[in-house]
């Protein structure tokens, strides 16, 4: 009786165990999506910006191609 009184014991132990990690990782996961809702949000307000901007103004910002570098 004792053996099984062990036995239910340890599996009540790995339990108390397991659900205490099953929280840690739900408030991982709950604090990730709140930060991908974020990112989300900052995205959508990029998006907008780029939008917005004339149009060929991005190209002529991003290409450098024109402009040779100094040593040539």
Do not use: W
């Amino acid at each position: 009786m004792q053996d099984t009184n062990d036995r239910l014991e340890g599996i009540e132990t790995q339990l108390a165990f397991q659900e205490d990690a099953l929280e840690q990782f739900n408030a991982v996961v709950v604090s990730q999506q709140g930060q991908i809702d974020e990112l989300r949000a900052q995205l959508r307000i990029v998006q907008e910006q780029l939008r917005a901007l004339p149009d060929g103004s991005l190209e002529s910002a991003v290409d450098p191609a024109p402009e040779k570098p100094p040593h040539y």
